[in-house]
């Protein structure tokens, strides 16, 4: 078959295949621990679901404005106001299947052939594959352990040159849990503004701080109107499967992302707009619980990793993944991560999944039961030791 060339530029993310193959094992009767993809164990909140369902109920199931239907615009806008201190209006916002919707048309918007986007690495896959498949150049912007694997602003302004469009941050951070703090964030502004470059602030875990505070680029004076900000119900809400996210954006450029959203998913799901709704005016005490489980569940993580010889592991300060430095193993991270799974059982992903900068490290979610994230550090500490 013939693809088009630009097929070749598009990458995928490594954890559903690595999800794929452990089903596999299993449906060959092998035990997984899945530590692989990034969901929580949770089910959806019960009021959220009854909201879906009275939605229909209602009727809301046909087609709906491409930016979104109003009344959920206006409540998404002001929740934004709400957490990152400062103002949004519904023309504002656009909602999308998902928060990945908003990185396609960010991109397909504001970069040509060319153009040079800097992306965290390592980072989430879809940044690179989906800069690369519009034709630009992804440039990797390298976050370090002895940092606490944040983005430096030094070494960031050294990387702008006279084609750079957009910086893409990403904070709490996947693969590796860091997050940004007001000090970095004011310093990364400083360097978009005056080389007039656009940011993606992808903030989907934002409720995920254990330590410190959650920061918006967009609240600094001057970057609201070049920031484009990410947020989504897929991660606080244990609405994976819902297809739901949203950003805040400059209010001309949420027109054309919403055009691009008429020419590709007309509109999203009226229902679970509102079912969106009620995530955010509903009671919050079970995503607050899950919250806690994940910081337990994180230091738990931790504290075993750092127990196994030839691992060492920061403590993430947020999202629910840890990036333990697994450079003193002999093997490769790709190969350990290979070895976790077929003969430890233990689904996990390897660093360079992330990118270039991922070599020495392995990621794993901590967004399993207590038994389950203990079992797996036996596991690893067995093979290896073995």
Same mark, same amino acid.
């Given at each position: 078959?013939?693809?088009?060339? =630009?097929?070749?530029?598009?990458?995928?993310?490594?954890?559903?295949?690595?999800?794929?193959? +452990?089903?596999?094992?299993?449906?060959?009767? #092998?035990?997984?621990?899945?530590?692989?993809?990034?969901?929580?164990?949770?089910?959806?909140?019960?009021?959220?679901?009854?909201?879906?369902?009275?939605?229909? %109920?209602?009727?809301?199931?046909?087609?709906?404005?491409?930016? &979104?239907?109003?009344?959920?615009?206006?409540?998404?806008?002001?929740? $934004?106001?709400?957490?990152? !201190?400062?103002?949004?209006? %519904?023309?504002?916002? *656009?909602?999308?299947? !998902?928060?990945?919707?908003?990185?396609?048309?960010?991109? $397909?918007?504001?970069?040509?052939?060319?153009?040079? *986007?800097?992306?965290?690495?390592?980072?989430?896959?879809?940044?690179?594959?989906? @800069?690369?498949?519009?034709?630009?150049?992804?440039?990797?912007?390298?976050?370090?352990?002895?940092?606490?694997? #944040? $983005?430096?602003?030094?070494?960031?302004? &050294?990387?702008?040159?006279?084609? @750079?469009?957009?910086?893409?941050? /990403?904070?709490?951070?996947?693969?590796?849990?860091?997050?940004? @703090?007001?000090?970095?964030?004011?310093?990364?502004?400083?360097?978009?503004? +005056?080389?007039? *470059?656009?940011?993606?602030?992808?903030?989907?875990?934002?409720?995920?701080?254990?330590? &410190?505070?959650?920061?918006?680029? +967009?609240?600094?004076?001057?970057?609201?109107? #070049?920031?484009?900000?990410?947020?989504?119900?897929?991660?606080?809400?244990?609405?994976?499967?819902? =297809?739901?996210?949203?950003? +805040?954006?400059?209010?001309?450029?949420?027109?054309?992302?919403?055009?691009?959203?008429? /020419?590709? /998913?007309?509109?999203?799901?009226?229902?679970?707009?509102?079912?969106?709704? %009620?995530?955010?005016?509903?009671?919050?005490?079970?995503?607050?619980?899950?919250?806690?489980?994940?910081?337990? #569940?994180?230091?738990?993580?931790?504290?075993?990793?750092?127990?196994?010889?030839?691992?060492?592991?920061?403590?993430?300060?947020?999202?629910?993944?840890?990036?333990? /430095?697994?450079?003193?193993?002999?093997?490769?991270?790709?190969?350990?991560?290979? =070895?976790?799974?077929?003969?430890?059982? *233990?689904?996990?992903?390897?660093?360079?999944?992330?990118?270039?900068?991922?070599?020495?490290?392995? =990621?794993?979610?901590?967004?399993?039961?207590?038994?389950?994230?203990?079992?797996?550090?036996?596991?690893?500490?067995?093979?290896?030791?073995?």
């Amino acid at each position: 078959m013939k693809l088009a060339e =630009r097929m070749s530029r598009l990458g995928t993310e490594t954890a559903f295949e690595v999800l794929a193959r +452990a089903k596999a094992l299993e449906a060959q009767g #092998r035990d997984i621990v899945h530590l692989e993809i990034g969901q929580p164990d949770y089910d959806t909140p019960q009021y959220i679901k009854d909201a879906a369902c009275q939605a229909l %109920a209602d009727g809301h199931t046909g087609y709906g404005p491409s930016a &979104g239907v109003m009344e959920a615009r206006e409540r998404f806008a002001s929740y $934004l106001a709400e957490t990152r !201190g400062m103002e949004v209006s %519904a023309e504002e916002v *656009v909602i999308t299947p !998902g928060a990945k919707p908003i990185l396609f048309f960010g991109l $397909l918007a504001l970069v040509d052939e060319g153009d040079e *986007v800097i992306c965290p690495n390592p980072g989430f896959p879809i940044y690179e594959s989906v @800069t690369e498949f519009v034709g630009a150049t992804a440039v990797p912007a390298p976050l370090r352990e002895e940092n606490q694997f #944040r $983005l430096d602003a030094e070494e960031l302004k &050294g990387l702008v040159t006279d084609k @750079t469009k957009m910086i893409i941050l /990403n904070s709490p951070h996947n693969p590796t849990g860091s997050v940004l @703090t007001r000090e970095d964030l004011e310093a990364i502004a400083e360097i978009a503004i +005056a080389n007039d *470059v656009w940011v993606l602030s992808d903030e989907p875990y934002s409720k995920m701080i254990y330590d &410190g505070e959650h920061h918006s680029i +967009a609240a600094i004076d001057g970057m609201k109107e #070049r920031t484009i900000l990410l947020e989504g119900f897929s991660k606080t809400y244990a609405m994976t499967g819902w =297809r739901l996210g949203y950003a +805040a954006m400059p209010a001309e450029l949420a027109d054309q992302v919403a055009k691009l959203q008429t /020419n590709s /998913n007309s509109c999203t799901a009226t229902f679970i707009q509102h079912a969106g709704i %009620a995530a955010l005016d509903g009671p919050q005490d079970e995503s607050e619980a899950m919250m806690d489980s994940f910081k337990m #569940r994180r230091d738990i993580m931790v504290d075993g990793l750092n127990d196994i010889p030839g691992i060492s592991c920061l403590s993430p300060a947020g999202a629910f993944y840890v990036f333990p /430095n697994v450079t003193e193993c002999e093997d490769p991270c790709d190969v350990l991560a290979k =070895r976790c799974l077929d003969e430890a059982g *233990v689904a996990v992903l390897s660093g360079t999944a992330f990118g270039a900068y991922g070599e020495g490290y392995l =990621r794993l979610s901590s967004a399993n039961s207590v038994e389950n994230i203990n079992e797996a550090l036996k596991r690893i500490a067995d093979m290896l030791a073995g």
